[in-house]
């Protein structure tokens, strides 16, 4: 039973600091100790603060026991957990402090073993299993519990939000001890998420019974897809170069379009290996114009010429650093964000005269390779799959006409192939050599994406004033097999001379056979790329 209600604003006389990361610890541990608060601590973080000249009491102080194995325990006794848990207007929990020597705890700050940062620079099983805290998540769970007695702390900034309450009111308020509850248990929640999943991977679990996911608050945004939707951008998950670890060098603040376009441009380039230069055009998620070249200038021209009407508002991906001409010619038009791994001095000079684009760099290329998980809501739950890291070399293709492709068509069905795995379903894309010539995308009929993207070159070839469209003598790829013949046909009246994709329709005979009474090369994958 309960003698009264919890107070709206608590003052702190004990604090419990246990931090792995200090910064800024001895000068808020001084604030706390000016205002007549009792510090309490643990291993290293009481070490650190007596070093400073702080007058620190040793957690064992309050348990009776000494921190034992390797620091695994510590602060997992009641001596602690009652000092976090006790109800300060309960006559019986009072009683049982007072009958077992309990000492309140009125502040905790914890934050927690590197787990994040020790996944992320690769360390080994071991490591990364001594790097999951125990004592921390059980301590932080119990004040947050308790929030209506006990302020809880997971980083320095919830310090600071307690220190200016104490120090101009005397206690802290109820809405900033509830505020702050919340965030320490999404804190353990995105601790626990990220331990599970890489226990999950390494047991090569790739349906576990429970699945967590967490993130940190990384970016606030204005709004989401649209501007009645709330949104905010939150990193979390395994480190991946692109939109969500990228430098923004310049330009207006990301939006919710933003970083998705920007996260489908730039993981389409790092399919194309740097070696050889590669633009990707992006707009409304989808590639509008991908090509390589001699340079970085000569690849957007080459992207550019595929689509120039979509790519107005676009987003533009390298696949390596950016130099002068390169940003020159991408400034030619509007763009809303460059993405790039880097960019020399000449670049960053161009690119400055225009403020409002966004440009954000990465350091490196993601391995597209690499496996991963995507997850997409669903009204009641979530779908979870891993990350479409397939991958396809001319040794794996399986020619099924009478024609084998030459080296040039074989060149370019791959390149089509590699488009294709990032254009929405129903997808495809011809290509010219090493520039896309026509890209359809996500049509409910394979059949209309065929005639989108024939269509779409035609307006670009009369716009340039070529002779003829670029897919009079191209490759085309389908993201799925042709369900008949009819689509492959229109493949061919565009001008394609070969074809690549997966194969295995019921009329796979019928489609092979129109495919050699056009005379056109055709190579089975036996992969599909559907993009939903």
């Known amino acids: 039973m309960t003698d009264s209600p919890a107070p ?15 910064t800024g610890l001895i000068d808020r541990a001084r604030r706390l ?108 769970r119990a004040a947050a519990k308790n929030h209506d007695f006990v302020t809880v702390c997971v980083e320095g900034a919830d310090v600071d939000a307690a220190l200016g309450e104490l120090e101009s009111a005397g206690g802290v308020s109820a809405a900033t001890r509830l505020k702050l509850a919340a965030k320490a248990y999404a804190r ?14 390494e047991a090569k679990d790739s349906a576990p019974d429970f699945r967590a996911f967490g993130g940190r608050l990384a970016l ?14 939150y990193e979390g998950g395994p480190s991946r170069p692109g939109a969500a670890t990228a430098h923004q060098v310049q330009g207006k603040e990301l939006s919710y379009n ?45 992207a550019l010429a595929c689509d120039p009407v979509s790519a107005f508002g676009g ?64 009204a009641g739950g979530l779908l979870v799959q891993g990350r479409d890291n397939g991958h396809l070399a001319a040794g794996d293709l399986k020619v099924v006409t009478r024609r084998a492709p030459t080296e040039q068509e074989l060149s370019d069905m791959l390149f089509a192939w590699r488009v294709a795995k990032h254009v929405k379903s129903n997808a495809i894309v011809y290509v010219n050599d090493g520039q896309t010539a026509g890209i359809g995308a996500g049509q409910m009929s394979r059949v209309d994406s065929a005639r989108i993207a024939a269509q779409k070159a035609r307006e670009a070839a009369e716009a340039a004033g070529w002779a003829e469209p670029l897919t009079h003598g191209s490759a085309c790829a389908s993201d799925a097999f042709f369900p008949f013949a009819d689509g492959l046909l229109q493949a061919a009246d ?39």
């Open 315 to 378: 987003i533009v991906a390298a696949n390596t650093a950016l130099d002068g001409p390169a940003a020159e010619a991408i400034t030619q038009i509007f763009a809303e964000v460059v993405i790039a791994p880097d960019a020399d001095e000449a670049a960053l000079a161009v690119f400055a005269a225009k403020k409002n684009l966004r440009l954000l760099l990465t350091g490196a290329l993601p391995d597209p390779r690499e496996a991963g998980t995507t997850v997409k809501t669903v």
């Open 220 to 233: 606030p945004l204005r709004y989401g897809e649209n501007p009645h939707q709330s949104a905010a951008f």
């Open 188 to 201: 353990t929640a995105a601790y626990d998420a990220a331990i599970s999943s890489w226990m999950a991977r």
């Open 494 to 532: 565009a001008g394609a001379t070969a074809v690549i994709q997966p194969g295995g329709s019921m009329r796979d005979a019928e489609v092979i056979a129109a495919a050699d009474e056009a005379g056109l090369a055709m190579a089975f994958t036996g992969m599909r790329h559907f993009r939903h």
């Open 33 to 140: 100790a000016a205002l007549g608060v009792e510090l309490v601590s643990t291993g290293g973080t009481r070490k650190a603060l007596a070093d400073a000249g702080l007058e620190v009491r040793d957690v064992s102080d309050l348990t009776g026991f000494p921190e034992m194995m390797d620091g695994r325990v510590k602060t997992l006794h009641p001596g602690v957990h009652g000092g976090l848990l006790a109800l300060r207007d309960n006559a019986e929990h009072r009683r049982a402090m007072d009958e077992h020597d309990i000492a309140e705890i009125d502040l905790l700050w914890v934050n927690l073993y590197p787990f994040e940062q020790t996944l992320a620079r690769g360390a080994d099983f071991e490591d990364c299993v001594e790097n999951i805290d125990i004592g921390g998540p059980a301590m932080i």
């Open 8 to 22: 709206a604003q608590t003052p702190v006389r004990r604090a419990l600091i246990s931090v792995s990361d200090k």
């Open 258 to 302: 933003n970083i998705a376009d920007a996260d489908a441009a730039f993981e389409l380039a790092a399919e194309f290996d740097p070696v050889q230069p590669a633009i990707v055009i992006v707009k409304h998620a989808n590639p509008c114009g991908v090509a390589v070249g001699k340079d970085l200038a000569a690849a957007y021209g080459r």
